[in-house]
């Protein structure tokens, strides 16, 4: 049967992914255009001073290298990717990409933390595949080298921080609130320099570019990432693996919302089959010992 609480935490932590979608049409019709970098610099650094303001703690001892390791892969490598990818793909097709995280996150899981696999694992792993290809089956645009690249680098990074998350736990001394701010800081600081050095600033932000720039920043980033964090404390990671899926969905809604872009039969499909792959990863009290194929002897 299913736990109500985890039901809550799973609700919960799927608002970060689905915010997370919006990344693709904000990027393309909102921001200023060919600066990945300075929109993930943006998004991170403003967010993570604004978190260590409001707490004013400070990692001690390993944790200063640990939460730098974090805050690379979470959010200062995976941000950059991310936009990259956003930049020369279209947003279901990036989305496609980083529907390969569950399973890095597995494999990863199975070698750090001891997890088992389960046939339930797998069979949604390949609902959540096949669910995102029906999404973007209708996509006219054609695949760029640089997007794929990036979209595969960004779907690793982001598999090996929500592991280490898990595998390192959180300092005691520590709030989850000062814990996503270092996290934002670190990876806002190694783009800083980076952006600065190879896109530099724009000469004209309108309005909107501002008006996007804070919501990456505050919802993308702040909010998000406080109950993405919360949610890999409190939900097995291969559970919140397997939300990921749901920025796929939450890209084409948008786009069909506000780009009139089609939601085809096969699309609606894909949706559907999402959402069946995220509700078979839900972890059941003892149906998940029954299908278990011990990876460690």
């Not at 600066?35 to 998004?43: E, G, K, W």
């Not at 990409?97 to 390949?126: D, E, F, G, N």
């Not at 783009?191 to 996007?212: C, H, K, S, V, W």
Request: hydrophobic share 55%.
């Amino acid at each position: 049967m299913l736990d109500i609480r985890v039901v809550r935490n799973i609700l919960l932590t799927a608002l970060a992914p689905i915010v997370w979608g919006s990344t693709y049409i904000i990027t393309t019709e909102v921001l200023p255009p060919n600066m990945p970098l300075l929109a993930s610099t943006v998004r991170a650094l403003p967010a993570g001073i604004l978190l260590l303001l409001i707490c004013r703690t400070f990692p001690k001892g390993i944790w200063w290298l640990r939460i730098a390791v974090l805050g690379l892969l979470n959010i200062g490598a995976f941000f950059y990717f991310l936009f990259v990818a956003a930049e020369y793909l279209p947003g279901g097709t990036a989305a496609l990409i980083m529907a390969c995280q569950p399973i890095i996150v597995i494999l990863l899981s199975a070698y750090l933390l001891k997890t088992s696999l389960t046939i339930k694992h797998i069979i949604s792993a390949i609902l959540g595949i096949i669910g995102i290809s029906l999404l973007v089956l209708n996509s006219t645009i054609s695949l760029n080298w640089q997007g794929v690249t990036a979209g595969f680098a960004g779907c690793g990074c982001m598999a090996l921080g929500v592991v280490l998350t898990k595998y390192w736990n959180r300092p005691t001394n520590l709030s989850l609130l000062s814990f996503t701010g270092w996290q934002l800081t670190f990876g806002g600081l190694i783009l800083l320099p980076i952006a600065i050095f190879i896109e530099g600033l724009p000469q004209n932000l309108t309005i909107t570019n501002l008006l996007g720039y804070s919501y990456l920043c505050l919802i993308g980033a702040v909010f998000s990432y406080i109950i993405w964090f919360r949610g890999i404390e409190k939900l097995p990671v291969v559970t919140i693996s397997f939300l990921g899926f749901l920025s796929a969905l939450s890209a084409c809604s948008l786009g069909y919302l506000f780009l009139k872009q089609t939601f085809s039969l096969p699309q609606m499909l894909g949706a559907y089959t999402i959402i069946i792959s995220v509700w078979l990863s839900i972890p059941r009290s003892q149906t998940e010992k029954t299908d278990t194929l011990l990876l460690k002897k």
